[in-house]
């Protein structure tokens, strides 16, 4: 684990949500109030949830300023995310819920969803800064794709989204060509 659980989560959180607009079939997972449902539920909010169109034009807009992360250098990022925590309110407080130990949330429980991501992507982000990790933002490497993603393995090797299947479909190129120049010598074989 590179960063606290909790931070990790909303790591995770903010490239889905940033993804939901870069998806390679066109489609915008985050179109309806029925989307921001699902994106609250998956991931456990336990925020203010109005679930109406005011509340799905915030998220699409926090989306937007999540996504400019990716754009920026660690410098410019920590003024972003200054903004973010300045704008949301930020109050941090431990707390512990459901089956979750302890960990940060960052506004006032009655806080607008938005705002709650807002902020809690900020906090998170201000980790990864932090700890001189900004390198680890990336954007998918497939030549047609625009997602976002954070790579958090051990030997920062992560190159593809999850969201178009990327990994998969830059294997099935490799095999493909691999299997058109021809049969590969094994051990013991003699080339002629």
């Given at each position: 684990m590179v960063f606290a659980p909790d931070t990790e989560m909303s790591i995770a959180a903010a490239v889905e949500m940033v993804n939901t607009a870069r998806r390679?079939?066109?489609?915008?997972?985050?179109?309806?109030?029925?989307?921001?449902?699902?994106?609250?539920?998956?991931?456990?909010?336990?925020?203010?949830?109005?679930?109406?169109?005011?509340?799905?034009?915030?998220?699409?807009d926090a989306r937007d300023q999540i996504a400019a992360l990716w754009d920026v250098d660690r410098d410019t990022a920590a003024g972003l995310l200054n903004d973010m925590l300045a704008r949301g309110g930020a109050v941090p407080y431990l707390t512990r819920h459901d089956d979750l130990d302890w960990h940060l949330h960052g506004t006032a429980p009655d806080a607008p969803l938005a705002t709650v991501l807002l902020v809690e992507t900020a906090m998170a982000m201000s980790d990864v800064v932090r700890s001189a990790e900004y390198d680890r933002l990336q954007r998918c490497e497939?030549?047609?794709?625009?997602?976002?993603?954070?790579?958090?393995?051990?030997?920062?090797?992560?190159?593809f989204c999850d969201v178009n299947g990327c990994a998969n479909r830059a294997h099935v190129a490799a095999y493909r060509a691999r299997r058109a120049r021809g049969p590969a010598l094994r051990h013991g074989d003699v080339a002629r």
């Open positions: 390679r079939d066109g489609h915008d997972a985050m179109a309806t109030t029925d989307d921001v449902a699902e994106f609250y539920t998956r991931w456990g909010y336990t925020a203010r949830h109005d679930g109406d169109d005011a509340e799905l034009a915030a998220i699409r497939a030549d047609d794709c625009d997602a976002v993603l954070v790579d958090l393995s051990r030997n920062r090797s992560r190159r």
